[in-house]
């Protein structure tokens, strides 16, 4: 594995382990605070909560300059595609900010790098917003 880039926001925060431990985190709250029960339904939809436990933290390694899993494992970080099936309403991604936000803090992860990641995650999650109605299919 390469050494890890001191000035990647993976690196900022921590690295690998307190990512996991945020992810995990943060999945602890889809699972548990009522702002998760749409986004728990819709992971029950695709591949279970364990799988996205997994692949999240694949993805977001990459993402915020670690190493590449989830592009070593599935040849791309497109995370438009990963999500193209999913029905996720504006506030589902709201949802999804609000807990990782949470999970953050929870974690007492702070400091400008931190802000940075907020940004990044409030932007991607925005991003994903859709108008798929029911699972996949597009609202008439």
Not at 28 to 50: A, Y
Request: charged share 25%; hydrophobic share 40%; with cysteine.
């Amino acid at each position: 594995m390469e050494p890890l880039s001191k000035d990647s926001l993976l690196s900022q925060i921590g690295g690998e382990t307190v990512l996991r431990g945020l992810v995990n985190s943060f999945y602890d709250l889809i699972e548990t605070d009522p702002r998760g029960k749409s986004l728990l339904r819709l992971h029950f939809r695709g591949h279970g909560v364990d799988h996205a436990r997994e692949e999240q933290f694949n993805f977001l390694c990459g993402f915020l300059g670690g190493r590449r899993h989830y592009l070593e494992k599935h040849g791309h970080m497109d995370v438009r595609l990963m999500h193209v099936h999913v029905p996720i309403s504006a506030a589902d991604a709201e949802d999804w900010v609000a807990l990782m936000d949470q999970a953050i803090a929870g974690m007492q992860l702070s400091g400008p790098p931190v802000d940075k990641m907020r940004v990044a995650f409030r932007r991607v999650a925005l991003t994903l917003v859709n108008d798929l109605g029911e699972w996949g299919v597009r609202k008439a």
